[in-house]
């Protein structure tokens, strides 16, 4: 079955506490990115990566870094988490970038950071 | 920059009832509109998609026609469902250069009553 999947699915960490995001697609995609989604101002790129070590800021990518050493996984990672990323994150993949293409998001994780 | 607006909501209707949710753009060249739909817990799936002025997306009863002249996407059905009961995001996709992805509207919360 083509997936995205995301772990954990619900995080709460304290201020400061590094953590990552973990996405993975088995539909062998280039285009992969990170949104966040906030009551009042849907969602928001955070990253995106056109394919393997390639990767570009999005709209709102401060406090956020990412990797993508391969083709299936690009995690999202939180280097010193502050309450105002407290927010439900998506991971999303398409073939060739979301421009015309289908995208495929994860079911989500809801991180809550104290 | 590009931008999406929706109706927010929450909109309530009564089963059987005719939907239209409003959706009106900006956004330089000519990009691709999108529907999203997110039922609870789950995240966003495509719903359907418009690629040129005058393109009608169809899915599950839904429509929704590229209006260029009056830059909008509006998203109908002729009778909606309990089971239709959802978030729907517009979004448009950057046909200019910057940052590559989907541009989202706020959502529409959707509530269909039996």
């Known amino acids: 079955e083509a997936q995205v999947t995301q772990n954990p699915r619900y995080l709460i960490t304290v201020t400061g506490k590094k953590l990552t995001v973990t996405c993975s697609q088995n539909?062998?995609?280039?285009?992969m990115s990170w949104y966040r989604q906030d009551p009042g101002l849907g969602l928001r790129q955070i990253y995106y990566?056109?394919?393997?070590?390639?990767?570009d800021k999005g709209d709102v990518p401060e406090g956020y870094k990412v990797s993508r050493k391969e083709k299936r996984n690009f995690p999202l990672i939180l280097e010193s988490p502050s309450p105002n990323q407290t927010s439900l994150y998506f991971c999303?993949?398409?073939?060739?970038?979301?421009?015309?293409?289908?995208?495929?998001f994860g079911q989500g994780t809801r991180l809550t950071v104290v | 920059g590009d931008s999406v607006t929706q109706m927010e909501g929450p909109v309530t209707l009564s089963e059987e009832a005719f939907l239209t949710i409003n959706c009106t753009y900006t956004?330089?060249?000519?990009?691709?509109l999108f529907w999203y739909v997110q039922y609870p817990g789950e995240g966003l799936q495509l719903l359907l998609k418009?690629?040129?002025?005058?393109d009608k997306g169809s899915n599950k009863g839904f429509e929704a026609t590229y209006r260029k002249e009056t830059t909008s996407f509006h998203l109908e059905k002729g009778s909606v469902q309990v089971s239709d009961s959802a978030v729907y995001f517009c979004?448009?996709?950057?046909?200019?250069?910057?940052?590559?992805?989907?541009?989202f509207g706020k959502g529409t919360h959707l509530i269909i009553q039996p």
């Open positions: 999303a993949s398409s073939s060739q970038g979301l421009r015309s293409t289908e995208a495929f």
């Open positions: 539909m062998n995609h280039e285009y």
């Open positions: 990566s056109m394919n393997v070590e390639v990767t």
């Open positions: 956004a330089t060249g000519y990009p691709s």
């Open positions: 418009a690629t040129k002025a005058d």
């Open positions: 979004a448009l996709s950057s046909s200019g250069g910057g940052a590559d992805g989907l541009t």
